[in-house]
């Protein structure tokens, strides 16, 4: 079965510190894909990367950045230099590759950046 | 902006009524899906569209729940004799979908329904 597990539930950071988030999934898979989503306090969820089970490299976007290790199951996510409109809860998700858009989603890390 | 849009954004019912949420999805997408969240939880995987045809059903959508979207457009989520388990935010989201009918990964949420059974 598939699964996400992120550890951690709360984490509160000084803005300009940097944080990661850490998400560890399952999957009898071989090829599946791994997504971050950002949910502000208005609710609505908010694609931020898709990475696929071939593609190891780690990706910078701005102040956000991912590594994606295989051999630990793991895909964590670093904002550096934090700021408050980082504050959000933070979710990973894992996919089949037959239906990409069927995520399971783990229990998100609520980000406090306080300022 | 003419992003995913759902009504209503909050409805209280009290238990064994029924209950309807529209979702409204961006307009050139074709693949609509609905997902249901707890407090505390991530969202989970109830039911999804391509174009009007409901492709995919999870278990935990029980005969209470019936979803439709008739002309491919909006889509509805029926929920019969409601139950206080049935509380949760309720969210659409849809996306473009690719050649040969693959998903992105990319979703576009609405801010959802939220509903409380009384």
């Known amino acids: 079965a598939q699964k996400v597990t992120q550890a951690q539930t709360e984490i509160s950071v000084v803005e300009k510190e940097d944080v990661t988030l850490d998400c560890v999934y399952e999957?009898?898979?071989?090829?599946?894909?791994l997504f971050w989503y950002k949910q502000p306090p208005s609710g609505e969820l908010v694609f931020l990367i898709r990475?696929?089970?071939?593609?190891?490299q780690n990706e910078i976007s701005g102040r956000y950045s991912w590594n994606f290790q295989k051999s630990t199951s793991s895909f964590n996510f670093t904002i550096t230099a934090s700021q408050v409109v980082d504050s959000a809860v933070y979710f990973c998700?894992?996919?089949?590759?037959?239906?990409?858009?069927?995520?399971?989603f783990g229990t998100g890390t609520r980000l406090q950046v306080f300022p | 902006d003419t992003g995913v849009s759902q009504d209503p954004r909050h409805k209280i019912t009290k238990r064994g009524q029924n209950v309807t949420f529209r979702c409204d999805p961006i307009?050139?997408?074709?693949?609509l899906y609905w997902y249901r969240q707890t407090l505390g939880q991530g969202p989970e995987f109830l039911t999804y569209?391509?174009?009007?045809?409901?492709?995919?059903k999870s278990r935990l959508l029980s005969d209470r729940f019936s979803a439709e979207r008739p002309k491919g457009s909006f889509s509805t989520l029926e929920i019969q004799r409601t139950e206080q388990g049935d509380s949760a935010m309720y969210l659409c989201?849809?996306?473009?979908?690719?050649?040969?009918?693959?998903?992105?990964?990319?979703?576009?949420f609405g801010e959802g329904s939220r509903l409380t059974v009384l």
């Open positions: 998700a894992l996919s089949e590759a037959y239906n990409t858009d069927k995520l399971i």
């Open positions: 307009s050139e997408h074709n693949r």
């Open positions: 990475r696929n089970s071939f593609d190891e």
């Open positions: 999957t009898r898979d071989t090829t599946y894909y």
């Open positions: 569209f391509q174009n009007e045809a409901q492709l995919e």
């Open positions: 989201a849809s996306s473009p979908g690719l050649a040969g009918g693959l998903g992105t990964g990319e979703l576009f």
